[in-house]
């Protein structure tokens, strides 16, 4: 199910996603704690909100971070991302890469992402910062860029 937008004009759909802390229940009756995306600023899910766009929008994704890690967010798949206005590119510290994607810090911290949606597909939208941790905490979720002129519809 797509997640709806959070404003923006026809093709150019933005989407809040906030960084939030919740458990997922497992088949052994057992839960597990989780980091994940929510929707604009409501509770935790996982995995995380569905962005449905066109082909040729111009897609805004703000990131709320709530954390005690700073966080981001990659879109492999997609090209020429702009985080906060300008190319997002790796972080570094001491000469290691500590963030795949432009960071928001920890706590509070807010960075605002843009592309235009290229190719239908489903793509896969993860944490670009530590993501052997975050990745796997939960921090993933889904984009689907159908073809111009199409709603229901995934691919040509």
């Known amino acids: 199910m797509c997640t709806p937008g959070d404003g923006g004009v026809a093709g150019k759909p933005i989407f809040n996603l906030t960084t939030r802390t919740g458990y997922i229940s497992l088949p052994d009756g057992n839960t597990a704690f989780m980091w994940g995306y929510s929707h604009g600023f409501d509770a935790f899910q996982h995995p995380g909100p569905v962005l449905c766009v066109q082909a040729g929008d111009e897609v805004t994704v703000i990131l709320h971070n709530t954390l005690p890690d700073p966080t981001s967010i990659v879109f492999p798949g997609q090209e020429d991302v702009l985080a906060d206005g300008i190319a997002s590119t790796p972080e570094r510290s001491g000469g290691k890469v500590t963030s795949l994607s432009t960071t928001a810090a920890a706590g509070t911290g807010t960075v605002t992402y843009s592309f235009t ?32 002129g199409q709603t229901n519809q995934a691919y040509d």
């Open 117 to 148: 949606a290229t190719n239908p597909g489903t793509y896969l939208y993860e944490s670009g910062t530590n993501p052997e941790k975050q990745v796997r905490m939960g921090l993933f979720g889904s984009l689907i860029v159908r073809p111009a």
